[in-house]
C-alpha cells in the first residue's frame, strides 16, 4: 500500500478486533457482512502499515503474537474512543443510531417486550433494532451480540449484569390430569403425579417455598416430557400431560378460565431474576445505553413482572 493512499485506519482496526473476538477470518467476514478475501487484505494491510505480524494462522487457528496482542489492547481503546466521539459530534441531544443487536428469550421477545421495543424504534427513527430470539446462553463476541435479556440465568461475573425485574411462577395442572390423582394438599404429593419439566430451570426434582419458611421443600419429580420451552411446557399442562412449574403470566388467563388450576399456592418455585447482560467496555453507546434505561423503566410494569426487593 503506497503512503499516499487513504487509509482508514478504523476500518482496519475494528476488522482485526472482530477477527480477534469471532475467532477467525471466515467468522469475522460473516459478522462484517464482507468477504474473508475483503478481511484477510485488511489484514494484511495493517500488517504491512504496523511493520509487525499480529496473528499467526494455521488451517485450523488463529492466535494472536505478542505484537498483535499489544495492537488488540490499543485498538479497543481506539475503537471505543471513536464511538464516543461519533455518539459526541454525530447526534443531537444523545440520539441513538445505527444497530443494536439483542438476544431474548422466546416468550418475551414475542409477546412481553414488543409493544415496548416498538415504541422505542418509534421513538428512535436512526436505530434499528436486530431482535433474535433464543433462550440459549450468549456467547457476545462469536454470536455479534450487543445485549441479551436473561431469565433465571446465573449471573456472569465476566459481563455486567443489571437486575430488571422478577417473574413469579406457578405450579399448574388441568381439571382432567387430576381427576385421576388424589388431591394434593401439601408438596411431597406432587411426586405422584407426572410431570413436564423445564429444563432451563428444573429437571428431576423442583423447590418450593412458602411464607415464613426459609428452606425450600425439595420435591423429586418424573418428567413425562422434558423441554426448554415455556410455550411448549404450558400447552402441554393445558393438554393434559403432566403438571408444569412456569412464569405466572403464561397461565393467568387458563387459571382464571377454569382450564388450569394452580396447585397449592402457598407453595411456589422461587420467582427467576430478569437481567440485561452486556459485555464490559470503556465506552457504551448511546444506542445501547438508551435500551438500558427503557428495560429499567418497562420490565417491572410488565404484566406478570414485578419489582425485585433489592431494586430500587
Sequence with gaps: MKRTDRIDWVELMRTFVRIVEAGSLSAAARQMATTQATVSRRLQSLETLLGV???LRTTHATKLTDDGERCYQHARRVID???ALEDEVGQAEDEPVGTLRVRAPHAFGQEQLLVPLTQFLQRYPRLAVEWMLND???DFLSDNIDCAIRVGAEVDPATVSVLLAEVPRSVVASPALLADYPAVNAPQALSALPWIALSSFYTRHIELFTAGETQPVRVAISPRLSTD???VARNSALAGLGVAAV????V???????RLVALIPEWQPAALPVHLVYPWSRYYPARLRKFL???REVMPKITGMRRP???P
Design 53 to 55: 505480524r499480529l496473528l
Design 81 to 83: 474512543s471513536w464511538l
Design 136 to 138: 440459549r446462553s450468549v
Design 229 to 231: 420451552s415455556l410455550y
Design 247 to 250: 412464569s405466572s403470566w403464561t
Design 252 to 258: 393467568e388467563e387458563d387459571i382464571r378460565a377454569g
Design 293 to 295: 434505561e427503557l428495560m
Design 309 to 311: 426487593p433489592e431494586a
